[in-house]
């Protein structure tokens, strides 16, 4: 029972393309992407308005207020609303505007986000596009999304928007090497560039109830906090969310848009998110297992999406509680710290497998972590107290 | 169906070549830069080399693209008008494309390649980059290294 309803997804697809047989095969191959397609789509979007709508609810929440309550129950209809007033709006292009890279840019940004979701195992036998190197694929999509932002900020022929997008970029690339580097020490230790075999992984359980997951030895947990910082600034979400400063340069690269262009945006933005924190739980969190062995007769899509908005919470959570951070301190964090926590990651995963994958492992990686962090904090000086800060401005 | 795609991307991949070449807006040219790559990345992915294709989008639209954008706005304040016609460019291709033609025509063993019999998959080429090629990838690693350093050392602060 509890198998059929974990397959349920897999089954339908299979009963649609078996009313294809007549057809020859690459039909039913294109039919079978479409499928995949039409399903991520579906279950993404709907995904981004709900995720709209609680982040206001759960930001009101933080801040002591009631948020959207008033468009159907709950407020729960307010996506709707919102996504009837963008496509209504007038859609501005600047008279100076390059036309076609000012038109180009939020599609491209769109399709490299949605792209990215294509090789995430969302449940047992449910990776929508098996790819031999997920995880490059999926940073190499990702890496096209700079180029995106760019053409958003320069297209629009606006100071605001080349600052936001120089800033975008600035930020983007600094983070985009730790996030791919504290990827590899869970690649170094699965052997293996494909997500399905990275879950497969860590299926089981030490000492019969501790997941085998990698966030629960020192190198994973390391790995997954860099690597959950540093999807963060990739997403341009509060700390980091200097691009799109609203106290100071407007709206960053999205300043010129309007109406379904800028609707676009956003939804890029959010289903990166949904993206990187996917890939974070299939990466760490042991993606559509269950952390319990007696849960298993759940299905695992539900494990997954639990996971999936577990870490969404987080976002809102940071969102709601944290200042914006500085562009100076941004870069400082990224290329002082975090970076050389990542290689940290590399070497104290080497360390655990060659101990033997064990307790002694364990600690021996915890060791080596430690001491890293204790000498970077020593090296930086976080204990300098901090003196009235002097501006020098170029002459 | 596989012969046709190649032909649709190869046009299309020659098509954003030649524009990269030709357009009057630089910016317009590194975007068109660009394309190309995708269209060789897909090129690549239908010969099922999806390791080199992906490192190609990787490398050349991640880094090279965003890097070339950067160049080009820190070094130039021209930057959305028009240079004029500039026929060095596709002088230039068009000579690299003839030094290549010709270098590959002259080449023996080109023309006798021994099918494959397994597929060429990222494992493969991890091994062979952690065997054969060890010593050129630690090169490589060290060169990195010493870059990343000297990244480190421009972002210090200065020692009032």
Same mark, same amino acid.
């Given at each position: 029972?509890?198998?059929s $309803?974990?397959?349920?997804?897999v089954?339908?697809?299979q009963?649609l393309?078996?009313? *294809?047989t007549?057809?020859?095969?690459w039909?039913?191959?294109i039919?079978?992407s479409?499928a995949?397609?039409?399903?991520? *789509?579906?279950?993404f979007?709907t995904?981004f308005a709900?995720?709209?709508?609680?982040?206001?609810k759960i930001?009101?929440?933080?801040q002591?207020?009631?948020?959207p309550n008033?468009?159907g129950?709950?407020?729960?209809l307010q996506?709707?609303?919102?996504?009837i007033?963008?496509?209504?709006?007038?859609d501005?292009v600047? %008279?100076r505007a390059?036309?076609?890279?000012?038109?180009?840019?939020p599609i491209l940004?769109?399709?490299a986000?949605?792209?990215?979701?294509?090789?995430?195992p969302?449940g047992?036998?449910?990776t929508p596009?098996t790819?031999?190197?997920?995880?490059?694929?999926?940073?190499a999509?990702?890496s096209?999304?700079?180029?995106?932002i760019?053409? +958003?900020g320069w297209g629009?022929n606006?100071?605001?928007?080349m600052?936001g +997008?120089?800033?975008?970029?600035?930020?983007?690339?600094?983070?985009?090497l730790?996030?791919?580097?504290?990827v590899l020490?869970? $690649?170094?230790?699965v052997?293996s560039?494909?997500?399905?075999?990275i879950?497969?992984?860590?299926?089981g359980?030490?000492?019969g109830?501790v997941?085998?997951?990698?966030?629960?030895t020192?190198?994973?947990? =390391?790995?997954?906090?860099?690597f959950?910082?540093?999807?963060l600034?990739?997403s341009?979400?509060?700390?980091?969310?200097?691009?799109?400063? %609203?106290?100071e340069i407007?709206?960053?690269?999205m300043? %010129?848009y309007?109406?379904?262009?800028y609707a676009t945006?956003?939804?890029a933005e959010?289903i990166g998110m949904?993206a990187? =924190?996917?890939?974070a739980?299939?990466l760490?969190l042991?993606?559509?297992?269950?952390?319990?062995? +007696?849960l298993?007769?759940?299905p695992?899509?539900?494990?997954f999406?639990?996971?999936?908005?577990?870490l969404?919470?987080?976002?809102?959570?940071l969102?709601?509680?944290l200042?914006?951070t500085?562009?100076?301190?941004i870069?400082?964090?990224?290329?002082?710290f975090i970076l050389?926590m990542?290689?940290?990651c590399v070497?104290?995963?080497?360390?655990?497998?060659?101990?033997g994958?064990?307790?002694?492992?364990?600690?021996?990686?915890?060791?080596?972590?430690?001491?890293?962090?204790?000498? *970077?904090s020593?090296?930086?000086d976080?204990q300098?107290?901090?003196?009235?800060?002097?501006?020098?401005?170029a %002459? | 169906m596989?012969?046709?795609?190649?032909?649709?991307?190869?046009?299309?991949?020659?098509?954003?070549a030649l524009?990269?070449a030709?357009?009057?807006?630089?910016?317009?040219?590194?975007l068109?830069?660009a394309v190309?790559?995708v269209g060789v990345?897909?090129l690549?992915?239908?010969l099922?080399?999806?390791f080199?294709g992906?490192?190609?989008?990787?490398?050349?639209? @991640?880094?090279?693209?965003?890097?070339i954008?950067?160049?080009?706005l820190?070094?130039?304040?021209?930057?959305?008008?028009?240079r004029?016609?500039?026929?060095?460019?596709?002088f230039?291709a068009?000579?690299?494309f @003839?030094?290549?033609?010709?270098a590959i025509?002259k080449?023996?063993?080109?023309a006798i390649?021994?099918?494959?019999d397994?597929?060429v998959?990222?494992?493969?080429?991890?091994e062979a980059?952690?065997?054969?090629y060890?010593w050129?990838?630690q090169?490589?690693g060290?060169?990195?290294?010493?870059?990343l350093? @000297?990244a480190?050392?421009?972002?210090?602060?200065?020692?009032r």
């Amino acid at each position: 029972m509890s198998k059929s $309803v974990d397959q349920i997804f897999v089954s339908a697809k299979q009963w649609l393309l078996s009313q *294809l047989t007549a057809a020859p095969s690459w039909v039913v191959q294109i039919a079978s992407s479409l499928a995949n397609i039409f399903a991520l *789509l579906a279950v993404f979007l709907t995904l981004f308005a709900l995720m709209s709508v609680l982040e206001r609810k759960i930001l009101g929440r933080i801040q002591n207020r009631y948020g959207p309550n008033r468009v159907g129950p709950f407020g729960l209809l307010q996506p709707v609303a919102d996504g009837i007033k963008m496509l209504i709006k007038e859609d501005i292009v600047p %008279e100076r505007a390059d036309k076609i890279v000012h038109f180009l840019a939020p599609i491209l940004i769109a399709a490299a986000a949605i792209l990215a979701l294509g090789v995430i195992p969302y449940g047992r036998n449910m990776t929508p596009f098996t790819i031999d190197g997920g995880i490059l694929f999926f940073f190499a999509v990702g890496s096209t999304t700079e180029l995106a932002i760019f053409m +958003a900020g320069w297209g629009s022929n606006n100071k605001f928007s080349m600052l936001g +997008a120089m800033r975008a970029i600035a930020q983007m690339i600094s983070y985009e090497l730790p996030l791919i580097i504290t990827v590899l020490p869970v $690649v170094m230790v699965v052997g293996s560039l494909t997500p399905d075999r990275i879950v497969a992984a860590q299926a089981g359980y030490t000492f019969g109830f501790v997941p085998r997951w990698f966030v629960f030895t020192p190198w994973g947990a =390391t790995a997954f906090i860099l690597f959950f910082v540093s999807g963060l600034v990739e997403s341009n979400r509060t700390p980091f969310d200097v691009p799109e400063g %609203e106290s100071e340069i407007v709206a960053g690269h999205m300043t %010129e848009y309007s109406g379904f262009k800028y609707a676009t945006f956003f939804m890029a933005e959010y289903i990166g998110m949904f993206a990187i =924190t996917g890939l974070a739980a299939t990466l760490f969190l042991g993606g559509w297992h269950s952390p319990v062995s +007696a849960l298993e007769f759940i299905p695992s899509y539900v494990w997954f999406f639990a996971k999936l908005s577990a870490l969404l919470f987080v976002y809102i959570w940071l969102r709601g509680t944290l200042p914006r951070t500085r562009v100076d301190q941004i870069m400082n964090f990224a290329w002082k710290f975090i970076l050389p926590m990542s290689f940290t990651c590399v070497i104290a995963a080497a360390v655990w497998h060659y101990a033997g994958r064990g307790l002694r492992g364990w600690l021996w990686s915890l060791l080596v972590i430690a001491i890293v962090y204790n000498a *970077l904090s020593m090296l930086l000086d976080t204990q300098r107290k901090f003196a009235p800060r002097i501006y020098r401005f170029a %002459e | 169906m596989s012969s046709a795609a190649v032909v649709i991307i190869a046009i299309l991949t020659l098509a954003a070549a030649l524009a990269a070449a030709t357009l009057q807006k630089l910016m317009h040219a590194t975007l068109s830069f660009a394309v190309a790559v995708v269209g060789v990345a897909a090129l690549f992915f239908l010969l099922g080399a999806e390791f080199v294709g992906l490192v190609l989008v990787f490398v050349y639209i @991640g880094a090279v693209a965003v890097l070339i954008v950067f160049t080009i706005l820190l070094t130039r304040r021209d930057v959305g008008k028009d240079r004029g016609a500039n026929w060095g460019g596709p002088f230039l291709a068009v000579a690299v494309f @003839g030094a290549l033609t010709w270098a590959i025509l002259k080449t023996q063993s080109v023309a006798i390649v021994a099918p494959h019999d397994r597929a060429v998959t990222v494992k493969r080429i991890g091994e062979a980059l952690m065997t054969s090629y060890v010593w050129p990838l630690q090169c490589v690693g060290l060169l990195l290294t010493a870059a990343l350093i @000297g990244a480190l050392v421009l972002v210090m602060e200065e020692k009032r």
